[in-house]
């Protein structure tokens, strides 16, 4: 295994793309020592800001706050990567592979236009989980990001596919236009699916909902089973019992689509 | 997705029939939009004037301008997302629910009603104010509005503006847009443009403390900004270029005063429809112009030498 040790908190972001399974995985101590960083304008090297220990492994450790080192384990295919402390923005961005285990809180665009593999955060996390990025067409295609906390707004903007489990509550905007996979959110606040054209949002509380969706039922979907007991191997529970309750279905975004469709739990009055 | 349709205020001035006003209020802000563009002239293909148009305004409380206006639609406030989603499925005869439509303050048949006018109209334009894009939803107002308004040209030619504020903001857009592709929000730190709003914009950057120095040009972000992003402009070396001593002049480190573009100093005004208009000094002034002073720094920092790695090793940064 390699570790990564934060020596201080950067004053300005670290973009650190190189930290990544994939690029340390046959590379020897001072190889990695010497990999590039970027503080600011200025190009660095690891050993500039982390101490470093091991070598040629495709397990990696980073331990410190590193809330400010961006675009960690960006594009990674395979390995492991865990974070003790906080990540930065853009976490496992475009990731096809691997497992990203975070024990705080990570920013922004963890997980965006990701395509496979695992993301866990065990604090909270920032806006645009999985999402895709300002002018793209689509966000995370396949994969699973598991959020303990809550989340910021526009989680899964665009996603296509794949699956995002929030315990927390999360922002405005859950679900912006998404076309396809499924979000679990224990609670959301305004404008839950604007403009959705497929996929699934799945509330464990009742939430607002746009004028443009519409009441179609109550129902305990089949699949939702087998995503309860997925889920509940890493501690989410998704409650899915009939005889504890019914999901109320909504369908939309009427204003695009009546494809889309939220599911909010609602427990039996007793 | 959307992008934006448009026009300049010429046509609006020749052919709208129907104009829309959204989360403004022209009749103060904007006191010469009706006279010029809008209402009032009388245009090639409305030659009537204000008898052949109708204003509709759109706004979250009663302003000067409604008096001006033939139909006043009052939204609860935060509510104009939900409203426009609703309009755009209205638009394609999409059921919407009643009831909570009327949580947005209006009724479907108000909206119902839009929706006609504007699928009837020969040429409609809709202008949209910091009452649609400063308030919760902020981009995704814009978005949906610009949304609505390329939907609508399924039907008939309508197009959207939005009311620009004071000074040359417009300007900043056009140019930076040319320059590097993006209209804000843009980051070269790394050699070529990237362009992110809520990682790279202004107010975000700061309030994050992402930066370790700043460069003012003509704004006052001490008055308008949210109070960690004030601080942290105090907190590190900030230089401010302005014609007057502003509240960001009173935090900055350095305040260089300059020349008054189109009073005192020549140069180029975008007016809200991205029309460039020359600006010509009637004074002279004692100050240097903006341009001279950012090309005179500009010389300075180009002597230095470049930055590169290798320089780097030698000097460890700090």
């Given at each position: 295994m390699i570790t990564l040790s934060l020596k201080e908190e950067p004053p300005v972001p670290l973009e650190a793309e190189a930290l990544s399974p994939d690029v340390v995985a046959t590379l020897r101590y001072d190889e990695i020592c010497a990999l590039p960083m970027f503080l600011g304008k200025r190009q660095c090297r690891v050993d500039d800001h982390f101490v470093v220990e091991g070598e040629a492994s495709d397990e990696l450790e980073i331990r410190g706050d590193?809330?400010?080192?961006?675009?960690?384990?960006?594009?990674m295919t395979r390995g492991r990567l865990r974070i003790v402390g906080n990540a930065g923005m853009h976490l496992g961005a475009y990731m096809k592979g691997g497992t990203i285990e975070v024990t705080g809180s990570a920013g922004d665009w963890a997980g965006a236009e990701m395509s496979g593999g695992l993301i866990r955060i065990g604090g909270n996390a920032g806006g645009q989980i999985g999402a895709a990025y300002?002018?793209?067409?689509?966000?995370?295609?396949d994969g699973t990001i598991l959020i303990e906390g809550s989340a910021g707004l526009e989680v899964g903007m665009r996603m296509k596919r794949g699956t995002i489990a929030i315990k927390g509550s999360v922002k405005d905007f859950a679900g912006l236009e998404m076309k396809g996979g499924t979000l679990i959110v224990g609670g959301a606040e305004l404008r839950?699916?604007?403009?959705?054209?497929?996929g699934t949002i799945v509330s464990l509380t009742r939430i607002p909902l746009l004028p443009t969706f519409a009441y179609s039922g109550t129902c305990n979907p089949t699949f939702l089973r087998l995503y309860a007991r997925q889920l509940g191997t890493c501690g989410f529970s998704v409650p899915c019992d009939a005889s504890a309750g019914a999901y109320l279905l909504y369908t939309g975004d009427t204003a695009v689509s009546d494809k889309g469709e939220i599911l909010a739990w609602q427990p039996h009055a007793s | 997705m959307g992008g934006k349709v448009t026009c300049t205020l010429g046509e609006v001035k020749n052919r709208a029939d129907l104009i829309i006003y959204w989360g403004g209020n022209p009749a103060d802000c904007h006191p010469l939009h009706f006279s010029r563009y809008t209402l009032n002239a009388k245009g090639k293909h409305v030659p009537q004037g204000r008898k052949g148009r109708t204003m509709v305004l759109v706004d979250v409380r009663e302003t000067p301008s409604v008096r001006f206006s033939d139909i006043f639609l009052q939204v609860r406030p935060g509510k104009d997302f939900e409203v426009v989603t609703t309009l755009r499925a209205l638009l394609k005869n999409r059921p919407v629910d009643e009831a909570r439509v009327a949580e947005t303050g209006l009724t479907l048949e108000q909206l119902q009603n839009l929706v006609d006018r504007m699928k009837n109209a020969r040429f409609g334009v809709l202008f949209f104010g910091m009452g649609l894009?400063?308030?919760?939803?902020k981009h995704m107002n814009s978005a949906a509005v610009l949304t609505l308004v390329a939907e609508l040209n399924a039907f008939t030619k309508f197009v959207s503006m939005p009311m620009r504020g004071h000074g040359n903001v417009t300007g900043a857009d056009v140019v930076m847009r040319w320059t590097t592709g993006f209209p804000f929000g843009v980051n070269l730190s790394r050699g070529y443009p990237r362009f992110n709003p809520g990682e790279f914009s202004t107010i975000d950057v700061l309030v994050r403390g992402d930066n370790d120095a700043a460069l003012i040009l003509g704004a006052d972000p001490g008055a308008t900004m949210p109070q960690p992003a004030i601080d942290h402009l105090a907190r590190i070396p900030t230089i401010v270029l302005d014609p007057k001593l502003t509240h960001t002049s009173r935090l900055a480190r350095v305040h260089i005063t300059t020349a008054t573009t189109g009073i005192s100093a020549p140069g180029t005004a975008y007016r809200m429809d991205e029309i460039p208009l020359p600006l010509k000094p009637i004074l002279k002034s004692p100050y240097p112009t903006d341009e001279e002073v950012i090309r005179r720094i500009y010389e300075k920092v180009k002597v230095k030498p470049a930055w590169s790695p290798a320089a780097y090793a030698k000097v460890p940064c700090a």
């Open positions: 590193a809330g400010r080192v961006k675009w960690i384990g960006r594009g300002r002018g793209s067409r689509t966000g995370m295609t839950t699916g604007a403009w959705m054209t497929r | 894009t400063m308030t919760r939803g």
